[in-house]
């Protein structure tokens, strides 16, 4: 099984653009600089979404996670302190350590992806039209989970609104 | 040049799960921790979007179950900025390092 060729080129397209968004927020110094860097990288996910046959969810991670969530934690920069900047400093035992095992995990990973042999049974067949063919699985076979997310999401945006909220004085 | 399309798209959600986890573990502002957890959950989206195309049964499920992961990721992060706020008003902290009223 092998790529085309431009799929090919559009994958290290998109896995530098990821990888690289990654790799820039770790090294960046300034918070604000950290977030820009991860929208990039969550921008380019969906384009991997969308090589992928998922168009609904390519559009939803560009809307929730480059549109809302990246917002959502420059507001939380903006409310919080922030002018102080992460100065490059020696790396501490910890840091040492956490990187090896990052590292590790990651050559436990890898060895075992390629130790896997994952042959597809068959094509996928994404539907005539993507939204339309996961709007009718959702509503026809998880209506159940559908629900209890919707419910969750409820309860956890008047969790967080009840817990930002500024109390009155005098309480 | 053959190259086994699902190990390329596991192999880069490999990368992607442990940067964030480095990130998670080694930032000091809460908010990028925050968001380091949240790249973490990209990386689970990719790898069930991915094995939704390439994996042994090919089916709309994985996409399917990668919206509701965004949506448990999303209340996660609205939850999580809320209670960043709340703890910056109260202590004026934010840097996870000095949030440590728990070992006092």
């Known amino acids: 099984m092998s790529f085309l060729t431009g799929e090919l080129i559009a994958f290290f397209i998109f896995a530098l653009l990821i990888i690289g968004g990654a790799i820039f927020m770790l090294s960046f110094t300034k918070v604000v600089h950290m977030v820009v860097a991860l929208a990039f990288t969550f921008l380019s996910l969906g384009g991997l979404y969308v090589m992928l046959q998922a168009e609904f969810v390519a559009f939803v991670q ?32 910890q840091e040492t350590l956490t990187a ?51 419910l969750l999401l409820t309860v956890a945006f008047i969790g967080a ?5 500024r109390e009155e004085e005098g309480q | 040049m053959t190259i086994d399309l699902a190990s390329s798209y596991l192999t880069l959600a490999a990368i992607l799960f442990c940067i964030g986890l480095f990130g998670a573990l080694t930032k000091r502002n809460a908010v990028i ?56 008003r109260n202590r004026g902290k934010s840097e996870v390092h000095e949030m440590n009223e728990l070992k006092h």
């Open chain 1, 161 to 165: 609104i009840v817990l930002a909220k």
């Open chain 1, 62 to 93: 560009i809307l929730i996670y480059a549109g809302a969530v990246s917002i959502l934690m420059i507001f939380g920069i903006m409310m919080t302190r922030h002018e102080r900047s992460d100065e490059p400093q020696p790396w501490t035992i």
């Open chain 2, 33 to 88: 921790v925050l968001l380091s957890i949240e790249l973490m959950l990209n990386a689970v989206n990719l790898n069930l979007v991915a094995l939704s195309k390439y994996g042994m049964f090919p089916s709309l499920i994985g996409q399917v179950f990668s919206l509701f992961t965004i949506t448990v990721a999303a209340a996660e992060a609205a939850v999580g900025v809320a209670i960043l706020i709340a703890i910056f």
């Open chain 1, 100 to 150: 090896v095992g990052a590292v590790a995990l990651f050559a436990i990973l890898f060895f075992a992806i390629q130790d896997a042999d994952i042959l597809p049974r068959h094509v996928l067949d994404p539907g005539e039209d993507n939204t339309r063919a996961i709007g009718e699985h959702i509503f026809t076979l998880r209506v159940l989970p559908f629900e209890l997310v919707s």
